[in-house]
């Protein structure tokens, strides 16, 4: 099983390698992309930040830390579009889509370990 978070727009524009299902795990829909475009399993806008902290972070890398911490802490909560996620997961390959610029700094990453630790502790 193999959890993989990939940029919407390199899925489009270069057609980067999307594994299993394909989920887009951002809470706004991307913007430049017609949703003709993207072949989703599923949108799970609510498996993403919440807004205040989404706002809070904004996208400042020295944040990430403490950011990918409290992101964890939400994840823990009871939360249906977390649970499909994770049943996703639990499926098979899964390819986590998101529009944020920095590839390194984002909540699909954080998702993406979360997600792959839930897995493996079964």
Not at 41 to 70: C, I, K, V, Y
């Amino acid at each position: 099983m193999s959890i993989t978070p990939v940029k919407v727009h390199d899925l489009i524009a270069e057609r980067a390698d999307a594994r299993g299902s394909i989920i887009l795990v951002d809470r706004l829909w991307p913007r430049g992309v017609a949703k003709k475009d993207l072949a989703l399993d599923a949108w799970l806008a609510d498996a993403a930040p919440s807004p205040d902290l989404r706002r809070w972070f904004g996208h400042q890398p020295e944040r990430f830390e403490e950011f990918a911490r409290r992101y964890r802490e939400e994840l823990g909560e009871p939360n249906p579009a977390v649970e499909k996620l994770l049943s996703f997961a639990r499926q098979g390959d899964l390819t986590l889509l998101y529009a944020a610029r920095d590839r390194d700094c984002n909540h699909a990453v954080v998702l993406a370990q979360w997600l792959a630790h839930e897995v493996s502790r079964g």
